[in-house]
């Protein structure tokens, strides 16, 4: 392989810290959540996943499947700093890093000498270090790496090639692949595409006409394992937002105000903080019957201001007026890079969940 890409990923990272604290609960089935009546886990250790439970699963449900788990509140001040340990000594490892999250990453490995040995070397600084262990998955891209990582974990270490990464996973669902989800997935079986081996095998403009020009030919590409060869070490953020999902519906227009108010300001902090600035101001509404809907608006200049995005996301949200109670609240802004940045798309989608 003359591109060489690794995806490292610690291994239920959340769980993993705080079995690192709590060394009498290694072995039990661990649950990393909030306790709100709508919390969602965070994380799990590999005993609790056993039953069933996985991330952003809602607590509840995860209770029920695992009445013995023990839920612990997540602590993210503390994942931040062992999170800073582990990418420092990626760092020092490797001068291309991609980092995707606290938890994981992509490596360029490119032209480095026994890279497989490299990379031991750092899992096993890793766990010297932190206690933590880590999987790895080495291919010619970073779809084969990031496939390879989860094929084994936990403490996986899977080296691939494109094709071998074809033969291997043949026979498995499509939804294996990140970028492919359920929804897709459903109407890849429609089509009678239940493997990614019979997705590789295609035919582009086929799936052209269901899908659309640009996600046909994506997709069999997907399943013949081609993707991006060029780790990006500073991902650019193209928007940011802030939202919460409320412990109990919330109907009154007022109050919804407030929150949405409280929330820019928050985001507005945030931008303010790194020097961000977008145009385009954009609100997320649930309802009580996960119903999802978005309403976006892209005004003349770039702004970080309180008084502008506020007041947008204000009228947003009296325009479209929710007829039920509302679960969830959000407010974002994009199109960073100043007045001169190409317009975004103005979104306005309900989405039945």
């Given at each position: 392989?003359?591109?060489?890409?690794?995806?490292?990923?610690?291994?239920?990272?959340?769980?993993?810290?705080?079995?690192?604290?709590?060394?009498?609960?290694?072995?039990?089935?661990?649950?990393?959540?909030?306790?709100?009546?709508?919390?969602?886990v965070?994380?799990?250790?590999?005993?609790?996943?056993?039953?069933?439970?996985?991330?952003?699963?809602?607590?509840?449900?995860?209770?029920?499947?695992?009445?013995?788990?023990?839920?612990?509140?997540?602590?993210?001040?503390?994942?931040?700093?062992?999170?800073?340990?582990?990418?420092?000594?990626?760092?020092?490892?490797?001068?291309?890093?991609?980092?995707?999250?606290?938890?994981?990453?992509?490596?360029?490995?490119s032209?480095?000498?026994?890279?497989?040995?490299?990379?031991?070397?750092?899992?096993t600084?890793?766990?010297?270090?932190?206690?933590?262990?880590?999987?790895?998955?080495?291919?010619?891209?970073?779809?084969?790496?990031?496939?390879?990582s989860?094929?084994?974990?936990?403490?996986?270490?899977?080296?691939?090639?494109?094709q071998?990464?074809?033969?291997?996973?043949?026979?498995?669902?499509p939804?294996?692949?990140?970028?492919?989800?359920?929804?897709?997935?459903?109407?890849?079986?429609?089509?009678?595409?239940?493997?990614?081996?019979?997705?590789?095998?295609?035919?582009?403009?086929?799936?052209?006409?269901?899908?659309?020009?640009?996600?046909?030919?994506?997709?069999?590409?997907r399943?013949r394992?081609?993707?991006?060869?060029?780790?990006?070490?500073?991902?650019e953020?193209?928007?940011?937002?802030?939202?919460?999902?409320?412990?109990?519906?919330?109907a009154d227009?007022?109050?919804?105000?407030?929150?949405?108010?409280?929330?820019?300001?928050?985001?507005?902090?945030?931008?303010?903080k790194?020097?961000?600035?977008?145009?385009?101001?954009?609100?997320?509404?649930?309802?009580?019957?996960?119903?999802?809907?978005?309403?976006?608006?892209t005004?003349?200049?770039?702004?970080?201001?309180?008084?502008?995005?506020?007041?947008?996301?204000?009228?947003?949200?009296?325009?479209?007026?929710?007829?039920?109670?509302?679960?969830?609240?959000?407010?974002?802004?994009?199109?960073?890079?100043?007045?001169?940045?190409?317009?975004?798309?103005?979104?306005?989608?309900?989405?039945?969940?």
């Amino acid at each position: 392989m003359s591109t060489v890409i690794a995806h490292l990923d610690i291994d239920a990272f959340y769980a993993s810290v705080e079995l690192q604290r709590r060394p009498e609960l290694q072995g039990l089935p661990v649950i990393v959540s909030g306790s709100g009546p709508r919390a969602v886990v965070t994380t799990a250790s590999y005993e609790a996943r056993k039953f069933g439970i996985g991330s952003a699963m809602p607590t509840s449900r995860a209770r029920r499947l695992c009445p013995e788990a023990i839920l612990i509140p997540p602590d993210f001040p503390t994942y931040r700093a062992v999170s800073a340990t582990v990418m420092g000594l990626v760092r020092g490892t490797v001068d291309e890093v991609e980092v995707m999250g606290l938890d994981e990453a992509y490596l360029d490995l490119s032209g480095m000498h026994s890279p497989k040995a490299a990379m031991r070397r750092l899992i096993t600084q890793i766990r010297q270090a932190t206690g933590l262990t880590a999987s790895v998955g080495i291919g010619p891209n970073k779809l084969v790496a990031k496939v390879a990582s989860d094929a084994e974990k936990p403490a996986g270490f899977v080296v691939l090639t494109r094709q071998q990464a074809c033969d291997r996973f043949a026979q498995s669902a499509p939804s294996l692949v990140p970028g492919i989800g359920a929804k897709t997935a459903e109407r890849l079986v429609a089509l009678g595409i239940t493997t990614l081996g019979a997705l590789a095998q295609a035919d582009a403009d086929a799936l052209a006409e269901h899908f659309g020009p640009r996600q046909g030919p994506w997709l069999v590409a997907r399943g013949r394992f081609e993707g991006a060869e060029r780790v990006e070490s500073v991902r650019e953020a193209v928007s940011e937002s802030r939202e919460t999902t409320f412990d109990v519906d919330i109907a009154d227009r007022t109050d919804l105000e407030v929150e949405l108010h409280r929330l820019a300001e928050q985001l507005c902090r945030g931008l303010q903080k790194h020097e961000r600035a977008g145009r385009t101001i954009a609100i997320k509404v649930r309802l009580d019957d996960w119903t999802t809907v978005t309403r976006a608006r892209t005004i003349g200049h770039a702004t970080n201001e309180l008084e502008h995005v506020g007041q947008v996301a204000l009228e947003l949200l009296r325009e479209y007026a929710p007829a039920r109670p509302v679960r969830l609240l959000g407010v974002r802004v994009a199109s960073f890079g100043g007045p001169d940045a190409p317009p975004a798309e103005v979104q306005q989608l309900a989405l039945p969940l």
